[in-house]
């Protein structure tokens, strides 16, 4: 799938060479959205919540490095990518960018330089931000931001990725209008769309990309706006739409998840740990609330936010159903069992219980739970090989983990036991095969040798 | 030469439990507060992660969690006649090693002690009379009382997340609680574990001989749990993997599950582990504590760090052996009675009977640390002292706390150890056995106390603490007293065969088989300097900023395990801290 990708995505650019080369002409950055006085000073305080908006910590911070001096590895479509420095130091950072500049990097993807920034930096939803917002964030990098000296690795390519002007094609036909908002005109509404359309950049992982590698939709008026997507191989679930799992919750459960990372449901997984342990758990709690009443008037404009969520959709129970279901064999114990459910019974059940609902806000709810039943089985595999870690936040500081099974299960083992869970309880979701295991073992063990 | 780092306002000696506790109450005072460990870091994963805590060989047997006697250890005797030998295998109790201390391998048996218990020699000599207490016994008040700490046994409680059943809120009885207990202001905030087969038993023979059974107070969650912190428990699911053991499930109560990641997050806190306090430094006129010294393992060095307030938080042995080491109060000297450091060292008496049934199976792999049902029939608050001869009580209680195949399979007596024999008898008995245990108070002595030894001498070339205990005729009394209660319970039941194990005439004490962790007393609190260590406030009488917290503090032992006590007490000094120490450091008394 990659390698397609790539290759179409190599065509298309080479196609739209001819035409760069036609249109070859000075790049034109988007002005500021609003005038806003020379003097204007942002309110205290507004700068780091900007950035706590936008989430700049998660991706310009190395695992364990100082914050905003770049490093970290992002795993791309197009191969690996290094973040950049942003503090506000003269040589290897952000330091010597105006207020200009500084504005065309986030709503352009232009460099201080006028190279093309790839995509990764998701001025796609940037450019959406306030120009409030914009000078609360050059204003907290230039000013409480300590410059670092750190240039950090080069994010090196392969052709035709590396040719950095091909990226101006693909703006021309991947971005949306600058500032371009859903709105309801109902104010909890408009501001969690702004929320989550701009700054939150929740789109650059849940919506899926379009034939260019772009976002398929930038806002709520979009039809595959937050229909889910892919990162590094795990599913990102919808977050609208009859396969959304959070349009089963509650608007507390929601709220909390957000805030903490956990709730009667499920636990953050994967790259949204990250998310909530840098940005979310830093909302005000209005803005949480703004943000949840978004997305469930997107999961299910009826609701509203007070309405109670939607009786979840369970399907009926198939893993054996002469044998009574997947609880009465998981009880039953007979020694007999298959391998799936002998596995869980051994490795899963002291903490997720023979029905599959865990226990409120500590052990996930497996029944449901949308990185069991993902599309992409890659999250849950990498889950069961590796373990998983909910962040400690403000609410809730416990960093609650799972460990890894990865160390006593073979990978005959793992497919058996994530092909049970993607079947078992109300669960309906393809096999896993050994191959699939082994791919992502092999994974792991290649990133970990290239540390 | 000694480094010396950046002063504190609070250096805490220990992260066990009451290092927890203090570490978070003053951190959330804005004080910069560093708590020394001398052992390693735990987390739950990967440190108990499943399923490799389970390993009874390596944590039940090998003791992985517990202090290394060739690291730390006492010499102990039985009598001022004897010369003490040095603890070198651990067997009668297990001070526990590493951050979150006892707090990871307790079994999460909490209790609040009984009213009387606080005033224990007023309440004997205004309702007995004085010369009902042995000459030799130096039984003393706490210098607190029940009411004073009975909000910070509900604040402890409430943090623990503790599963029970209460039977006196607020003076109105609760059918199904315990009826002799004291007044609670409000019910537990889990209910109750459910109910292992041999403690429903023990429950219905109990009730028809016209006993109270009651669910045990459990620090095992029966239920999801969030508390003040915001810290989590899961329910546990009764593995029988507790005593010994950190928690692979997030169930039991422990540093870890209820304090330590809400502790981390904030700024103003930090901790150092593998560095171990040898001492607490004294200012030139020795009324206040200048900070103390460790040593840092991994530089191999002596540190010196500095602080404003000093508070010793390791395991109650450990704290009097850094007082006795700092001279901190005058030591106690038995052949006088004067002087107070280490004095009224004490212990726990226990016994049990087992029973044998050939029909009956009670699935031994399922339990919970404090799983099980108790009854207060012969509390220490039920007992005519006078009429009985012996002071003290216990409680009384059955339930399989442990589910570990090889240590937890009981034996009718006279089976052999090892061998075609035990292998048959295993066979023909695992499952079959229930136990009946009384957990009862022990008092303080004249000559059971600790003191330096004059011989041996620990790895950093410090004295060794020496201990000097034994059994006491009015305890072997109250025990042989709990025997003749329990055997006609047992009775009851109709056993196919059963066995007594109670202390008789006589006994002496052991230091082989494990018995108990609940080493008390030595840094005792009390209202007089003569008579006791620290005031009521934990805070020393000669250094007003050095405070002494746990058991070390008790005047004697309670009937009780004692870490509701110990939290209690906790929550009761750093109250007290707060609200009055920190805008004025004095003396509080």
Redesign the interface.
């Known amino acids: 799938m990659i390698t397609f990708l790539r290759i179409l995505t190599g065509l298309v650019l080479l196609g739209l060479v001819v035409l760069a080369a036609i249109l070859f002409m000075p790049v034109r950055t988007t002005p500021a959205l609003a005038a806003l006085p020379e003097d204007y000073t942002p309110p205290e305080g507004s700068g780091e919540y900007a950035m706590r908006l936008a989430d700049c910590s998660a991706c310009h911070t190395a695992e364990g490095g100082v914050p905003f001096a770049g490093g970290r590895k992002i795993e791309s479509p197009l191969g690996t990518i290094y973040s950049t420095n942003i503090t506000p130091d003269e040589d290897t950072g952000i330091g010597s960018y105006s207020l200009d500049e500084f504005r065309a990097a986030l709503y352009d993807g232009i460099r201080q330089d006028g190279a093309h920034l790839y995509p990764a930096m998701p001025y796609a939803n940037y450019r959406k931000m306030s120009e409030a917002d914009v000078r609360a964030l050059y204003a907290f990098f230039m000013d409480e931001v300590e410059p670092v000296s750190n240039a950090g690795p080069e994010t090196a390519l392969p052709f035709p990725f590396n040719q950095r002007w091909g990226i101006r094609t693909w703006k021309w036909a991947a971005l949306s209008e600058p500032g371009e908002l859903s709105s309801t005109g109902d104010a909890a509404y408009d501001r969690g769309a702004y929320l989550v359309e701009a700054p939150g950049h929740c789109g650059a992982c849940h919506t899926p990309r379009n034939l260019v590698m772009g976002e398929a939709g930038y806002t709520a008026m979009d039809g595959d706006f937050l229909m889910g997507g892919e990162i590094d191989g795990w599913t990102a679930p919808p977050l609208r739409g009859p396969d959304s799992a959070i349009r089963n919750w509650s608007a507390e459960d929601l709220k909390l998840y957000l805030a903490s990372g956990r709730n009667n449901h499920a636990g953050v997984n994967g790259e949204m740990q990250l998310v909530v342990r840098d940005s979310l758990q830093y909302f005000t709690n209005e803005d949480l609330d703004a943000v949840v009443a978004y997305l469930r008037a997107l999961g299910d404009p009826a609701a509203g936010d007070n309405a109670p969520p939607v009786d979840p959709p369970r399907t009926a129970d198939r893993l054996d159903p002469s044998a009574g279901g997947t609880q009465a064999v998981l009880t039953a114990a007979e020694p007999g069992m298959a391998l799936g459910p002998r596995l869980y019974l051994d490795n899963c059940n002291a903490c997720h219980f023979v029905d599959g609902r865990g226990a409120d806000q500590v052990f996930p709810e497996l029944d449901g739970n949308p990185l069991v039943t993902a599309p992409s089985a890659t999250g849950l595999i990498d889950t069961i090989l590796n373990g998983a870690e909910v962040p400690s936040t403000t609410v809730r500081p416990y960093s609650l983990r799972m460990p890894d099974f990865g160390h006593r299960l073979s990978d005959e083992e793992v497919a058996e036991l994530a092909t049970f869970l993607r079947s078992a309880w109300s669960n309906s979701a393809d096999a896993v095969t050994t191959a699939d295991v082994t791919a992502r073992r092999e994974t792991a063990e290649e990133r970990a040798a290239a540390e | 030469m000694a480094r010396t780092e950046p002063k504190k306002d609070v250096v805490i000696v220990g992260l066990g439990w009451t290092g927890s506790i203090m570490g978070i109450e003053m951190a959330k005072q804005g004080l910069e507060v560093l708590a020394l460990e001398r052992g390693a870091d735990r987390?739950?994963?990967?440190d108990f992660?499943?399923?490799d805590v389970i390993d009874e060989l390596k944590y039940g047997v090998r003791f992985g969690f517990m202090q290394k006697p060739r690291n730390s250890t006492v010499t102990i005797r039985r009598t001022l006649q004897e010369t003490a030998l040095p603890y070198r295998q651990l067997g009668s109790f297990l001070p526990g090693d590493g951050v979150g201390g006892a707090g990871i391998h307790w079994n999460g048996h909490n209790w609040r002690a009984m009213e009387n218990e606080f005033i224990l020699r007023s309440y004997v000599e205004d309702n007995f009379g004085a010369d009902i207490i042995p000459e030799d016994m130096t039984i003393q008040d706490w210098g607190v009382t029940y009411a004073e700490l009975e909000p910070h046994f509900d604040r402890f409680e409430y943090m623990l997340g503790l599963s029970g059943q209460a039977g006196n809120v607020n003076g109105q009885i609760i059918e199904g609680g315990n009826p002799f207990e004291a007044p609670r202001s409000r019910d537990f905030p889990l209910p109750p574990l459910k109910q292992t087969y041999d403690a429903t038993l023990f429950a219905d023979a109990a009730r028809a001989m016209g006993y109270h059974p009651f669910p045990r107070p459990a620090a095992n969650a029966s239920?999801?749990w969030?508390n003040e912190?915001?810290?989590?428990?899961?329910?546990c699911?009764y593995?029988g993997f507790c005593e010994r053991y950190g928690c692979?499930?997030?169930s039991k109560a422990s540093p870890q599950?209820c304090i330590l990641?809400?502790l981390?997050?904030m700024p103003n806190f930090s901790y150092r582990t593998n560095s171990e306090v040898l001492r607490v430094d004294l200012a030139e006129d020795r009324q206040t504590a200048t900070g103390v010294t460790y040593w840092d393992e991994e530089a191999q060095e002596e540190v010196f760090q500095p602080a404003d307030i000093v508070m010793l938080c390791a395991y109650s042995l450990h704290n009097v052996h850094l007082m006795l080491l700092s001279g901190i109060g005058e030591p106690y000297n038995p052949a006088t009675g004067e002087g107070v450091t280490g004095k009224n060292y004490a212990y726990q008496m226990n016994g049990g009977t087992t029973l044998f049934f050939k029909d009956k199976l009670f699935n031994p792999f399922i339990g919970a640390g404090a799983n099980g049902m108790s009854m207060d029939d012969f509390a220490i608050n039920q007992i005519d002292f006078a009429a009985e001869g012996f002071i003290g009580g216990s409680y009384i209680t059955a339930g399989v706390t442990n589910g570990q195949p090889i240590r937890g399979i009981g034996l009718p007596s006279g089976t052999a150890s090892w061998g075609e024999e035990w292998k048959t008898a295993i066979t023909e008995w695992y499952g079959h056995s229930m136990s009946i245990g009384s957990h009862g108070s022990n008092m303080a002595y004249r000559d059971c106390y600790l003191d330096l030894d004059p011989t041996y001498t620990d790895r950093h070339g410090r004295p060794l603490m020496r201990m000097t205990f034994n059994w006491k005729p009015n305890d072997i009394r109250m025990t042989q007293f709990m025997r003749s209660k329990i055997e006609p319970i047992a009775e009851s039941m109709n056993p196919d065969t059963w066995q007594s194990s109670y202390k008789g005439e006589g006994a002496q004490y052991d230091v082989r088989p494990y018995q108990t962790t609940h080493n008390v007393g030595g840094a005792i609190m009390g209202d007089d300097p003569n008579t006791s260590v620290v005031n009521r406030y934990l805070q020393a009488w000669g250094q007003h900023n050095l405070f002494s917290l746990g058991a070390a503090a008790f005047p004697q032992n309670i009937q009780y395990n004692p870490t509701g006590v110990v939290g209690a007490l906790a929550y009761w000094a750093a109250d007290a801290i707060t609200r009055d120490y920190l805008p004025n450091p004095r003396p509080l008394v």
Do not use: K
């Open positions: 987390y739950t994963v990967p992660r499943y399923p239920g999801v969030t912190y915001g810290m989590q428990l899961g329910p699911n593995c692979l499930n997030y599950t990641d809400a981390r997050r």
